[in-house]
């Protein structure tokens, strides 16, 4: 399983080395002395293609940064004296991306990210430090809208699978908890998970029969009601005699596929 953390973390650190050095620090073309503030203080040279502007660079263009001989980011966009200002494009040398638009070197919410394996976070708002909203999207096509919490999907979401599965509620560190999950079918169940498995709530069949009652690893147990189409109510201990054409859910973010 792909870690949400480090497909984050090279971009939130990222933010801090630009907010950070967006006050301090300048760097030069040795090829045409044009200037521009460094976005991390291990960067030692630059290298500019586009306008300069009273020392500065300015306008749109392409900006290299290196660490030593090794590029370290490039910067696809707009900029006015020698400072991001508008639209940028930020790729690492890994291939990842960030996207958002600048006043003097500081991002304005919200953001883009794409990491090098196709995962994606579009209107990503970094609300604080912890906290953020947004939508993302997984290279398999899954897409999870919502909250986050310390870079994870923890919060009200909503996320919709290539499989056919809906699920709407709440997520903890990308694990469903709570709420609504619409099967392929058509079924859904409405209730609680734990240990990633169902554990308490009401499964519908297409046909209207309904299964009430706890669950044991994921599959229904004698601890339940079965109530038929007609009103029916069965009596607990008979669900043996069901069929209700279980599934199973996956209750994770595969951040793998």
Do not use: H
Not at 127 to 145: A, Q
């Amino acid at each position: 399983m792909k870690d949400i953390k480090r497909i984050l973390g090279f971009i939130l650190y990222l933010i801090i080395m630009t907010q950070a050095y967006a006050e301090e620090g300048w760097l030069a073309d040795s090829s045409n002395n044009c200037k521009a503030k460094k976005i991390d203080s291990i960067v030692t040279e630059m290298k500019w293609s586009g306008t300069c502007k009273d020392g500065y660079v300015a306008g749109s263009g392409i900006l290299l940064w290196y660490q030593g001989e090794q590029l370290y980011a490039l910067v696809n966009g707009s900029f006015a004296k020698g400072q991001m200002n508008g639209k940028n494009i930020i790729t690492l040398s890994d291939g990842s991306k960030f996207v958002a638009e600048f006043i003097d070197n500081k991002f304005k919410d919200p953001v883009k990210i794409i990491d090098v394996d196709g995962t994606m976070y579009e209107n990503y708002t970094t609300i604080s430090k912890e906290s953020s909203k947004g939508k993302l999207t997984l290279k398999n096509g899954d897409v999870y809208t919502g909250d986050f919490l310390d870079n994870a999907p923890t919060g009200e979401g909503i996320l919709v699978t290539v499989d056919g599965f809906r699920y709407e509620g709440f997520f903890k560190e990308g694990d469903f908890q709570q709420g609504k999950v619409i099967l392929p079918d058509g079924s859904f169940f409405v209730g609680t998970f734990e240990n990633k498995c169902p554990k308490y709530g009401k499964y519908t069949r297409p046909d209207g029969l309904i299964y009430e009652g706890y669950f044991v690893n994921g599959q229904m147990t004698t601890q339940g009601k079965v109530i038929y189409p007609d009103g029916r109510v069965a009596e607990e201990g008979t669900l043996i005699n069901v069929q209700l054409s279980w599934q199973g859910i996956p209750t994770s973010i595969d951040y793998s596929r």
